[in-house]
C-alpha cells in the first residue's frame, strides 16, 4: 500500500499521514479499516483517486479529477 516510487517505507508512509506503524499494519492486513482522516490524507498528499481508495474502481485514463461524488465524500467526513 505504501508508496514505493516515493522511496517510502511503511513507517515513514505512516509518519507521513500521522498515523502509527502499528495502525497502518493493521490496516494493510485488513483487520482495521483507514479513517476518513486518512484517507483524505492519502488522496491529498499523495494524488490518489478517492474513488480508488473506496471502491477500488478508477478513472480510465488514471488521472485524479476532484468530482462531484470525491467532493461530497470529503465534505461528509470533514
Request: glycine share 8%; net charge negative; charged share 20%.
Amino acid at each position: 500500500m505504501y508508496p514505493k516510487r516515493n522511496n517510502l517505507n511503511q513507517s515513514k508512509f505512516a509518519k507521513s499521514l500521522g498515523i502509527s506503524q502499528g495502525n497502518l499494519s493493521e490496516i494493510e492486513m485488513g483487520n482495521n479499516n483507514p479513517s476518513a482522516e486518512t484517507l483524505i490524507s492519502i488522496r491529498t498528499q499523495y494524488n490518489v483517486n478517492l474513488n480508488w481508495l473506496l471502491t477500488g474502481v478508477d478513472l480510465n485514463d488514471g488521472n485524479t479529477y476532484e468530482d462531484s461524488y470525491g467532493k461530497k465524500l470529503i465534505e461528509v467526513f470533514l
